[in-house]
């Protein structure tokens, strides 16, 4: 099971960590995804995690802005997203998969519930 936390409201250009807790398994061998869906739009991935901590992002507009990272004593993967905009308002999800990241929602077994994330002024 997956519990995602810190989303919220904030002001464009300011920062936001969301955090994706995996429960009742060890983190160590699973890699996190993270995916957003705004209203009206096909969920997307926005980065991704492996089980080896090698992080890569999908979507050229977050890079240099979000990063991803994990810390397996905590069970826990983090999406630090800086210098927000906009455009990255929607729904974010956390989903894991075994050991290796592909940028298709589909391939991922487990999902977090979604955290709202709104950039607005």
């Known amino acids: 099971q997956l519990v995602e936390s810190g989303g919220g409201l904030v002001q464009p250009g300011g920062s936001l960590t969301l955090s994706c807790t995996m429960s009742g398994i060890r983190l160590d061998n699973y890699a996190i995804g993270w995916f957003r869906q705004a209203p009206g739009q096909e969920r997307e991935a926005v980065s991704c995690?492996?089980?080896?901590?090698?992080?890569?992002n999908y979507v050229d507009s977050v890079q240099g802005r979000f990063t991803t990272s994990r810390d397996n004593a905590k069970n826990t993967a983090y999406l630090q997203m800086n210098s927000l905009k906009p455009e990255d308002s929607g729904v974010y999800y956390c989903a894991a998969r075994y050991k290796f990241c592909v940028p298709i929602a589909v391939n991922f077994d487990d999902w977090g519930q979604g955290t709202q994330v709104t950039v607005s002024s």
């Open positions: 995690i492996r089980s080896s901590g090698d992080g890569t």
